[in-house]
Nanobody
Framework: QVQLVESGGGLVQPGGSLRLSCAAS????????LGWYRQAPGNQRELVAR???????NYADYVKGRFTISRDNARNTVYLQMNSLKPEDTNVYYC??????????????WGQGTQVTVSS
């Protein structure tokens, strides 16, 4: 069972930056596409950013140009660099693998997430 541990969240002023990290147990990390999610209205989790096994990235329109996802397979870690943060980015952020063949469906059990609060 893969375990996910997210970290790096906090309170930041509008326009500020944060770097989220997500460490995964297990040696199969490199075989999956990975994503960062956040809670959406209705208790669903929406995909914010995705990185393929080869490093290709995709972003939700509302974070394009501000967020950057990256991965370090040797460290079993995926990152989310968040710049130019806005109050509407306030949320709990989670990482997960993408289900094989899916562009959005999470695959593993969720970690605890990391809270990002953007406020002056």
């Amino acid at each position: 069972q893969v375990q996910l541990v997210e970290s790096g969240g906090g309170l930041v002023q509008p326009g500020g930056s944060l770097r989220l990290s997500c460490a995964a147990s297990g040696s199969i990390f490199s075989t999956y596409a990975l994503g960062w999610y956040r809670q959406a209205p209705g208790n669903q989790r929406e995909l914010v950013a995705r990185i393929s096994r080869s490093g290709a990235t995709n972003y939700a329109d509302y974070v394009k140009g501000r967020f950057t996802i990256s991965r370090d397979n040797a460290r079993n870690t995926v990152y989310l660099q968040m710049n130019s943060l806005k109050p509407e980015d306030t949320n709990v952020y989670y990482c997960n693998a993408l289900a094989p063949g899916s562009q959005t469906t999470p695959w593993w059990s969720w970690g605890q997430g990391t809270q990002v609060t953007v406020s002056s």
